[in-house]
């Protein structure tokens, strides 16, 4: 099974936006080098995989796929950084003091969370109301759950360990005192592998997705959110159905069959 190694958005719609045609474009300076950001981490990643790739394929000789796989999530933490950093910057979306209120939250998790409900807040215009079927409506406020469901479960692993493995914490993650090991994230990191940390990257791509469209473009969000819902939820179903054994063993296969080839025997 191949996977591929970007977000599910075409790139342009991911760097400038497909709202409202009729809003004249003039992106910050901050926000284009959030975009080049973008750009070289999603080089970065492409390669990372294929790399990774290249090893499962050959059943891991230099024993590197761990410390391949570790890189890549580390990729994907700093992607998802700084595609929320991208998403605050957007020209027609948060003002300075909604940003100013994200980023003020302690934890990338906690940054990630705001954002989704500032979103909702500005397409629906509430303030200070709290967020439920009566201030959304019951779609809305189903779509809202199932964001931060999502951000709890699925990406937590994802947007909280790239400080651990920023400071080479690849095997044991410690706590923030640097005295014991934290036993969770330990057991999570170990438990990540190549396709199920492509399948989350897939997830990030789709909740800034459909976040921007939320604060970007209320139109666009009204016509592809349920595109948006329903790709993440089949990446979602994909993280629990699909076995990594038979993804590994598709790899060396095609490996194997392409030497072969190679060497003019086709299979």
């Not at 705001?114 to 019951?138: I, M, S």
């Not at 999502?150 to 914490?169: F, P």
């Not at 069959?257 to 086709?266: F, H, S, T, V």
Request: hydrophobic share 35%; no cysteine; aromatic share 8%.
């Amino acid at each position: 099974m191949r996977f591929e190694s970007s977000p599910p958005k075409n790139i342009l719609r991911v760097f400038f936006g497909g709202g409202n045609s009729k809003m004249s474009r003039n992106p910050s300076k901050i926000y284009m080098h959030h975009v080049a950001n973008l750009r070289e981490l999603e080089l970065a990643i492409t390669h990372a995989g294929r790399l990774a790739r290249a090893e499962i394929a050959s059943q891991d000789p230099q024993k590197s796929l761990r410390s391949l796989t570790r890189l890549y999530a580390f990729l994907i933490g700093a992607w998802a950084e700084t595609r929320l950093k991208k998403l605050l910057h957007e020209e027609f979306g948060f003002d300075d003091t909604e940003r100013a209120r994200i980023e003020s939250k302690s934890s990338q998790l906690e940054q990630w969370q705001e954002t989704v409900d500032l979103a909702f807040r500005k397409h629906h215009h509430v303030t200070k109301a709290p967020l439920d079927e009566r201030t959304l409506g019951v779609a809305h406020a189903a779509r809202r759950s199932a964001l931060l469901d999502v951000l709890s479960n699925e990406l937590r692993i994802i947007i909280e360990i790239r400080n651990k493995l920023a400071h080479g914490q690849w095997v044991y993650p410690f706590n923030n005192d640097g005295t014991s090991v934290e036993q969770e994230k330990y057991r999570l990191i170990k438990k990540e592998n190549l396709q199920s940390l492509q399948f989350k990257y897939s997830l990030v791509g789709h909740l800034a997705d459909a976040i921007h469209d939320l604060v970007v473009s209320p139109q666009t969000f009204e016509r592809d959110f349920e595109s948006h819902f329903r790709s993440l939820f089949q990446v979602r179903t994909n993280l629990t159905t699909k076995n990594y054994a038979k993804y590994t063993a598709s790899l060396v296969k095609r490996r194997a069959n392409a030497r072969l080839a190679k060497k003019g025997n086709p299979v």
